[in-house]
């Protein structure tokens, strides 16, 4: 009996791997400078797009309004929460900002708007089909598309403002 469990075990984590290696790739297109591999402190302003790392597998993503983070919670709950709420019980130390080349956030003029206006409601979550990726996608562009992995979030950024990404750590 433990033999299948072995097989099943090694399966899952190479599907895991081949997504990694294909997030990887789509990245790479879009981005680049990833999270994690840049110095200059970036000071967030209204609209502006962040990230963290959740336990080295997954980005969780917001929009920063007023000192906070909008966000689309596990729960469905769309909420405004602290950076260190943001950074709680997630793997990441650090919250990055999206920025073009010369250091400037990528900012849509409503998106701040667009976060504001669902704040306290609920939407329900999905991992695949409503997760932060597209609550953000939303913010930013007013679609309603599924966007279920981070590397689809930076393509669609990345094409929106027609440059490539700069994740910089965020000075708050």
Known sequence: MPAPLLWLG????????????????????SVSSLPGSL????????GAIVTCGVYGL??????????NILELKGNGLIRGISPNRF?????????????DSN???????????????RLFSYSEYDLIKNNCHKFVW?????????????????????ERFATTIHWHPAHY
């Open 10 to 29: 090694a399966s899952a984590i190479a599907i895991l791997a081949g997504a990694k290696y294909s997030n990887d790739k789509q990245l790479k297109e």
């Open 39 to 46: 110095d200059t402190k970036i000071l967030p302003v209204n």
């Open 58 to 67: 997954f980005e969780h993503t917001g929009i920063w309004v007023d000192g």
């Open 87 to 99: 950074l709680k019980e997630r793997s990441g130390d650090y919250i990055y900002i999206a920025c």
């Open 103 to 117: 250091n400037v956030p990528l900012i849509q003029s409503d998106a701040a708007e667009r976060a504001i206006s």
């Open 138 to 158: 939303h913010c930013i562009s007013g679609e309603d598309i599924p966007l279920t992995r981070f590397s689809a979030l930076n393509q669609k950024i990345a």
